[in-house]
């Protein structure tokens, strides 16, 4: 990964993973706050590029085996707090609660500076391309949890 695409894709911390995006006059209604869904993009950016800077490219686990590795968002539990407003520099926050079996669970927070705006609570599905589930391979459930078992 070259340092570009590093500072693109945030960073691992000790926790887990830190992205900072700007909310875009695109990403508001009418009144200048963020529209609640787009929540859930910033929220996938943060997942998306957590798993980027682990070393997993989700087009790679696709066509790692035979089987295929997918992650797709089953469940998904969201507290707003506050809204972001257009301009607002927001950080995602990303950690591993559980990655194990044919799941993981990841705590994310959106805040902006110290203020939490969102906490979310995302359970990802481990499927295979057709669609089954699967157990995620020890080697990227390790990624995940960072040498805690």
Not at 62 to 91: N, Q, Y
């Amino acid at each position: 990964m070259t340092a570009e695409n590093f500072l693109l894709s945030g960073q691992l911390t000790e926790a887990g993973h830190r992205l900072v995006q700007r909310v875009y006059y695109e990403d508001t209604d009418f009144s200048g706050l963020i529209y609640h869904a787009r929540y859930l993009h910033f929220l996938e950016r943060g997942r998306t590029d957590y798993l980027r800077c682990l070393g997993c490219q989700q087009s790679e686990l696709l066509e790692a085996d035979e089987e295929g590795l997918v992650f797709v968002v089953h469940r998904m539990e969201i507290d707003f707090k506050l809204p972001a407003r257009m301009d607002d520099v927001l950080t995602i926050l990303t950690a591993t609660e559980k990655a194990g079996g044919a799941k993981m669970v990841l705590n994310q927070e959106i805040r902006r500076g110290e203020t939490l705006l969102i906490a979310a609570k995302v359970v990802i599905a481990v499927i295979n391309r057709h669609g089954r589930p699967r157990r995620l391979p020890e080697t990227v459930a390790e990624k995940f949890l960072g040498g805690r078992q």
